[in-house]
């Protein structure tokens, strides 16, 4: 019996020992369901409120609200009811002589129609919480939180529970960078190739919310051993033509303006979405680096200081054709585009083994770096007269590429070798990405509450480096051979899934399996090098959510998934801005493969929300980057399949109105690893205790001001060659609404005590190095933000925001 088949017989059996203990409820309920959707454009509405009176006496019984898909469903006690739907800026829909003496009742689709007079009146007061938690995932509206205004998207996913951003920008979740990242549910140029690049370029404000989803089920890519991060772009759904626009100014230099336009009529809605900004950031960190050699030992001090400026532009367009009732197509694009400047000096003092300073050197490294990004996308959706029934289908290119120049410069300052001719070297890469996606989905609903889901997807991926090294000798420029070399990575996947769910009164269930077909080929064409990797795989996912009473869920859920190598990572040429500190790739390594097993809890009441989670995850052939020395006292940083590796933690995520004015949220996430396996004769198995935790507090002055404290800190750890330190990190916003409400003035202070500083240790048998790293310091940021035809939202109570989830799928 393997391991896949042991988990979920597992399930089975717990969800069984469970169920004997529950005792049904002793009056008899039937469910009332329905779906409330927008007259004019017939997208549904969500949030929409739906209250339940008594057709006896009109005694208010029960009430709700729609979830994402405007769908509400109610257990109520057998009767003869009434029934108002309403939205804010809707005419009120009111269903009478509702009979649920015999059964359950589907008040089927109720159309709301827009109330133009009371759009321009009223002010909205229904805003999402900033924290939604599902069983199947967890919703983060970062735009709720003031202290990230003006932040890019990497800063926003900084601020999320279980994520973490390192110094180089690398995204983690639950400890892990094996994350996959998509835009709107699919893969995007917006976070192209350089991941790290392209979220640090991409302005917050296009960001409407962040789904983190640790086990996906089989209708999304099994790529990303520690599940998804989507980023959902913001598209406003309201009639007519609104919008917003942004501007920011900040200390270190942070400047930007974004737009965001909304045109809607009946047969079509346009969209479009711009951000330019402009920063100038320093920062830079120090090195210790002492090297054990057999008959002599030496140390180097390594300062860096750094200097990043430039301009980045995004610019996303579109249009959704209603072509009739059943059937919508959409049309959009993107541009992104990046020109900076990034200027590096890094200091070497080399002592001998007394400890005495014999030689001090200067690298400086002058960098143009260009980016751009183009992107088309399709989309077609057809619905049918059987509710839920629905096709869709999907086309994507994207086309982008970048290229970096350096000039540097090394010279003797102190020491031996003073007054030798300086060191000079030019650096090129040039990098093209082509990308194509295909996909198809189906969903068929069945009686008794049961559906099924298949798909098809291909995407075919394509990149190409022109790597260049080269060097001034005796007053001619010289190619260096063993630096240079044309790269070219290919990824071809093929996929199929399908799913089957089926959904009862209080127990539902889905179970899933997708296969995937990877044609993977490297080649280094200057050597005539070629790679290749051809593999089927198969997913299955399977997740069972019990709903107990009083608003509590139980979900059990299960995945496997596989994290294929990164480009980076199998490219061999890497860095060359600092020569006695390389990072390479290795054409050579394997995907990785995780079983991942998860069981939650989910309660609310009238003004909180609570979660609380423990998981495991089984991963083989995990990649990893080990760091070794040469005699020479230079560093490299090797990625390989090193070892497999056991982990298993615990996750709660609470959200409390503690009274009207003053709100709280927080995370803890407690993992521990457990990693075994060796690489050339070296053994690096480790035992990892890690944690970290975020707060976030906020208290309502009145209905114009609002303050905003959050917090994060993440506990030392061991990896398998040193050790990271702890970081603490606390940020502060005050807003006040202006212009009547139209506009917002936010200041905020992210890293209040300047203490988000990476700091870690790495030791082997010849080597150890210790080292603290800022990637940027403390921002003070002044924000303003105005909206015309919209009214700002304020924030709901945690309770409302999660009710409605749909059987935790």
Request: no cysteine.
């Amino acid at each position: 019996m393997n391991l896949r088949t042991s988990l979920l017989i597992i399930l089975l059996i717990s969800f069984i020992g469970l169920s004997s203990q529950i005792r049904p409820s002793e009056t008899q309920k039937f469910v009332l369901t329905g779906k409330v959707i927008d007259k004019l454009t017939k997208e549904p509405l969500p949030y929409a409120t739906i209250s339940i009176y008594s057709m006896r006496d009109s005694t208010l019984i029960d009430g709700g609200i729609t979830n994402e898909a405007g769908k509400f469903k109610l257990s109520l006690n057998k009767g003869i009811y009434w029934v108002d739907i309403s939205f804010i800026s809707y005419i009120k829909n009111t269903k009478s002589d509702i009979n649920m003496i015999k059964g359950d009742v589907d008040l089927g689709v109720i159309l709301l129609a827009s109330d133009n007079k009371t759009l321009d009146e009223v002010e909205v007061v229904a805003k999402r919480s900033q924290m939604e938690f599902k069983l199947d995932k967890k919703v983060f509206n970062v735009g709720s939180d003031a202290t990230m205004k003006g932040a890019n998207a990497s800063d926003l996913l900084d601020n999320i529970p279980s994520v973490e951003v390192d110094v180089d920008g690398n995204v983690s979740l639950r400890g892990s960078q094996n994350v996959r990242i998509l835009i709107n549910g699919k893969p995007s140029g917006l976070v192209g190739t350089s991941t790290t690049d392209a979220l640090r370029q991409m302005q917050g404000s296009m960001i409407e919310r962040v789904e983190v989803i640790t086990n996906p089920s089989s209708k999304y890519d099994a790529e990303g051993e520690a599940g998804i991060i989507n980023i959902i772009l913001k598209e406003e759904k309201r009639t007519g033509i609104n919008g917003s626009v942004e501007l920011r100014t900040g200390i270190p230099d942070n400047h930007g303006i974004s737009l965001s336009l909304n045109m809607r009529r009946k047969k079509f809605n346009t969209f479009i979405n711009y951000g330019l900004g402009y920063n100038d950031l320093d920062g830079g960190g120090t090195s210790k680096q002492n090297f054990f050699l057999a008959d002599t030992t030496y140390g180097t001090n390594i300062d860096r200081n750094f200097n990043n400026n430039g301009i980045a532009q995004n610019i996303r367009l579109g249009t959704e054709l209603y072509l009739n009732e059943l059937n919508t197509l959409t049309i959009s694009g993107l541009y992104r585009f990046s020109d900076e400047q990034n200027l590096g000096t890094i200091k070497y003092d080399d002592f001998n083994n007394d400890e005495q300073l014999i030689n001090t050197s200067l690298r400086e490294n002058d960098e143009v770096e260009k980016d751009q990004n183009r992107e088309l996308s399709i989309s077609y959706k057809k619905s049918f007269e059987q509710e839920g029934k629905e096709l869709t289908a999907d086309f994507k290119y994207n086309n982008g590429g970048e290229t970096e120049k350096s000039d540097i410069l090394e010279y003797i300052t102190k020491g031996i070798g003073l007054g030798d001719p300086a060191l000079i070297q030019f650096f090129e890469n040039t990098e093209n990405e082509i990308n194509y996606l295909i996909q198809t989905d189906v969903v068929l609903p069945l009686p008794k509450d049961q559906k099924i889901e298949t798909g098809l997807k291909a995407t075919l991926r394509t990149i190409d480096t022109d790597y260049k090294v080269s060097e001034e000798q005796n007053g001619e420029v010289v190619q260096l051979d063993e630096f240079t070399n044309i790269f070219e990575y290919v990824e071809d996947v093929y996929a199929a899934y399908g799913i089957y769910s089926k959904q009862f009164d209080k127990f539902s269930y889905q179970i899933g399996l997708r296969m995937e077909h990877s044609e993977i080929q490297t080649s280094l064409l200057t050597t005539n090098q070629n790679n290749r990797k051809s593999y089927t795989d198969f997913f299955p996912s399977a997740a069972f959510t019990y709903k107990l009473e009083n608003e509590n869920s139980l979900q059990w859920s299960y995945s496997r998934r596989i994290s294929r190598p990164r480009f980076w990572y199998l490219n061999p040429f890497f860095t060359f801005s600092d020569a006695r500190n390389i990072r390479t790739g290795n054409p050579d390594l394997d995907p990785e493969y995780t079983n991942s097993l998860e069981i939650g809890y989910l309660k609310y009441w009238k003004k909180g929300s609570f979660y609380a989670g423990t998981y495991y995850k089984k991963s083989n052939q995990v990649i990893d980057r080990i760091s070794f020395a040469n005699d020479t006292g230079v560093t490299f940083s090797l990625p390989v399949n090193l070892s497999n590796r056991d982990s298993y933690g615990i996750e709660t995520n609470f959200s409390k109105d503690i009274t009207k004015n003053f709100k709280a949220n927080g995370s803890v996430n407690i993992f521990v690893s457990n990693q075994r396996g060796d690489y050339d004769a070296v053994n690096y198995s480790v035992n990892a205790f890690n944690m970290n935790s975020r707060f976030n507090i906020k208290y309502s002055l009145d209905k114009q001001t609002d303050f905003q404290l959050t917090g994060m800190y993440r506990a030392p750890n061991n990896s398998a060659q040193g050790r990271v330190k702890s970081l603490t990190v606390v940020n502060f916003a005050a807003s006040r609404d202006i212009l009547k409400s139209n506009g917002t003035l936010t200041f905020s202070i992210q890293d209040i005590f300047n203490s988000r500083r990476w700091r870690s240790i790495t030791e082997t048998a010849n080597f150890y190095s210790e080292s603290n790293y800022q990637r940027r310091p403390r921002q003070f940021q002044l924000t303003f933000s105005y909206r015309f035809n919209q009214k700002k939202t304020r924030q709901r109570s945690s309770h409302e925001e999660g009710g409605m989830d749909d059987a935790g799928f």
